[in-house]
């Protein structure tokens, strides 16, 4: 538990550039309330108790990770980064001229900058704090990095540069009301939860209905919505791009057997997990077509809701699943049909396709780790197949768009960057069986959703 509060959910266990993943959390917690015009006070009073949170778990648990490790400073700690951020964003917002309402991604963007710089820099006197015994020395020298870049932002921001550039930027839309802001927000709620079991269609349908003035059904949004679900793709193709590679080689490997179906598909590891892949395909494909258009019109918050609970059982059940062993060789056709009829019940709002995958392939015996990597195959041709369908048939509408660029951009790579994120936390909390975490989450999601919107 330690490890997951000190490496920020996760975070830290990034194989690249943990720092810059821990700082980002704070700066997403600050988009999230700017967007949806919080004023400063409540956005001051969050990164505050939460910066004191893992400044405290810095402190008090940093020393035995460290030591564990037998680091000093090691990477996967990345609390120091979420309170030293968290600090920087306190200063923007208390002295960098925020206005409840106003586009923010300037802001966050500048400050994120700024404290990544005074971090990896480490002007004096902010590499002499490491000196300080245990996690002080882990944390103070962040806390003055955070201090550094939100004086350096207030400057700037006195001299109107970063006002004049959000005029620039953010504050066009397209003709749908999308802005930068909300762009960049829909898309991490996608890349986190279109990997993690909680349900993107789910979130999208809160998200959109919380954003006053979205039409999802607009050429802009439908062309937006789109893009994000790309950016996903990307990430998972970068995830596993070594496991892609060695499955597209070994697939066309045949001088053992020669090209004869039934013997490659008994002898062939590669060419037996693609033939697995294609009946999970075909059968979601073959549920998905049957079931498309009465499911399809129950996109409601309602709905949402149930199917919400009904994912967070699941997740609670598959936990309690001790017997895992069998590897994707041992995979049969049969079990792939019915990872293929689960994987098509996420077309309801609500229900998650990584979810229902992971939870039908460790509850059919399949290892927990073989059982997130074959979530996320069969994801890569869903996902491109369903936006491919969705572009063709919606192109009429879709081409007349007039979407910027600039929120086009701005919302794959936040899709792209925190589905990454995702990808590798869910990993390493498969693992551990830990799945009933994301339960608990929707459990308490499902609850506040049905106080604050339908009661």
Known sequence: MKRIFTSCFGLGFMPVASGTWGSLLPVVVFMAMGTFAAPAAAITAVLLLSGIFFSFICVRYGTQVADE???????????????????????????????????????????????????????????????YPGGWGVLL??????????????????????????????????????????????????????????????????????????????????????????????AVIAVFYKDIIKLVTGFFNWK???????????????????????????????????????????????????????TAALLFITDLKKDTTKTLRQIGLFSAAIIGAAQAAAILPGISRSGATICAAILLGLKRDKAVEYSFFVAIPVILGASVLEFIDKYDLISGSHISPLIFAAGMAASFLTGIAALKLLINLSRQRRLKWFSIYLFIVAALVFYFEIM
């Open 69 to 131: 490790m037998q680091l000093k400073d090691p990477g996967e700690i990345v609390a120091d980064e979420y309170a030293g951020q968290a600090l920087t964003l306190i200063l923007a917002v208390l002295f960098g001229g925020y206005t409840a309402g106003e586009p923010v991604c300037l802001m966050a963007g500048a400050a994120f900058l700024l404290f990544r710089l005074f971090d990896i820099v480490k002007p004096w006197p902010i590499r002499s704090l490491e000196k």
């Open 256 to 310: 053992d057997t020669g090209f004869k179906p039934l013997a490659l598909y008994r002898e062939n590891d590669n060419v037996h997990f693609a033939a697995a892949m294609i009946v999970t395909i075909i059968t979601t494909f073959i549920f998905y077509k049957i079931f498309e258009e009465p499911l399809d019109s129950a996109r409601k918050v309602k709905v949402v809701v149930v199917m919400w609970l009904v």
């Open 141 to 234: 020298d962040d806390l003055l990095a955070g201090v550094y870049a939100g004086v350096v932002y207030i400057i700037v921001a006195k001299t109107g540069i970063i006002e004049r550039l959000d005029c620039l930027t953010c504050s066009g839309s397209a003709s749908g009301g999308l802005t930068v802001d909300m762009a960049v927000v829909l898309g991490i709620v996608q890349g986190l939860t279109e990997f993690l079991p909680v349900s993107s269609s789910g979130h999208l349908v809160v998200f959109e209905d919380l954003f006053a003035g979205l039409d999802p059904d607009t050429a802009e949004m439908l062309l937006f919505d789109l893009s994000i679900h790309v950016g996903t793709v990307i």
